[in-house]
């Protein structure tokens, strides 16, 4: 199933994408505690007339670095022991096909990280790993974009990874894939820069649900953004990145200058 959350004249909804067709919901899937909860209102649009919001506003983004094999190797890092954790702010969340604004002000190297990302259904404390499936309402296409030279300058991450915009997500929740094994690609400008299955993570989706949940509590809504894989690179004013992932779909936005 995929959930959409859009703008109809400034009211925020969600529905379903059907056959070319959004059909609304009665309510968000996170106020029904999941998709079992949630009715069709009649009202149906076409889907080439939605535009998509990030489908969720999260309290708060957990972000996991250094979570694929092959990433960790690429910056000389030993494989972790347990997840590296470290937040993104709801403020920096970013909607499908709108534009990361580059922070030039203070930074002068900003990189794209395409990661698949888990949206919480229902609160999720102290979640053992056999059980975190429940807890997971699906998944999106996350840009876990970066500002490289103040992740080197700074002790801890929280400007590097903070500023407004820099958390692109959508473009909508999908529930049926298998996240244990699903292909992740970033294209640049159309060239590809990313291109691995999930199956190369070091911690995979369930044992990072649980771990976080050890750690703080997990609200509906909320998303964990998975790692990103070997491949980051830098972009710059004018480019276009997508994150594409099997089985949901593509992530577009443009890059603007400040
Ligand atoms: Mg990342």
């Known amino acids: 199933m995929r959930i959409i959350r859009f703008s109809d004249n400034g009211r925020v909804c969600f529905g379903i994408i059907e056959d070319g067709y959004v059909h609304e919901i009665d309510k968000s899937p996170f106020e ?15 889907f080439d007339s939605v535009r998509a919001l990030a489908p969720s506003a999260p309290s708060k983004i957990v972000a996991i670095g250094l979570n694929y094999r092959a990433h960790a190797a690429e910056f000389g890092k030993p494989l972790s022991e347990e997840p590296m954790l470290f937040l993104k702010p709801s403020t920096a969340v970013l909607n499908p096909d709108s534009e990361i604004i580059y922070p030039s002000h203070m930074s002068h190297r900003v990189d794209y990280e395409g990661e698949l ?3 919480i259904g229902k609160t999720a404390k102290d979640v053992p790993v056999d059980r975190a499936a429940e807890y997971i309402l699906g998944y999106t296409c996350f840009n876990d974009v970066t500002a490289r030279d103040l992740q080197g300058k700074d002790i801890q991450y929280t400007r590097a990874k903070g500023f407004d915009t820099f958390a692109p997500m959508g ?7 298998n996240p244990l094994d699903v292909r992740i690609e970033t294209y640049l400008n159309n060239e590809k820069r990313q291109d691995t299955s999930t199956a190369d993570m070091i911690f995979n989706v369930y044992e990072l649900l649980s771990f976080v949940s050890h750690v703080m509590t997990l609200l509906p809504g909320d998303v964990i953004a998975t790692g990103t894989p070997s491949g980051v690179g830098k972009m710059k004013p004018g480019n276009t990145v997508e994150v594409r992932i099997d089985g ?10 400040r």
């Open 32 to 46: 029904a505690g999941g998709i079992k909860g949630i009715n069709k209102t009649g009202k149906s649009r076409a």
């Open 171 to 177: 473009p909508w929740i999908e529930t049926g894939i």
């Open 117 to 119: 990302a888990i949206i």
């Open 248 to 257: 949901i779909g593509s992530l577009i936005n443009t890059v603007r200058a």
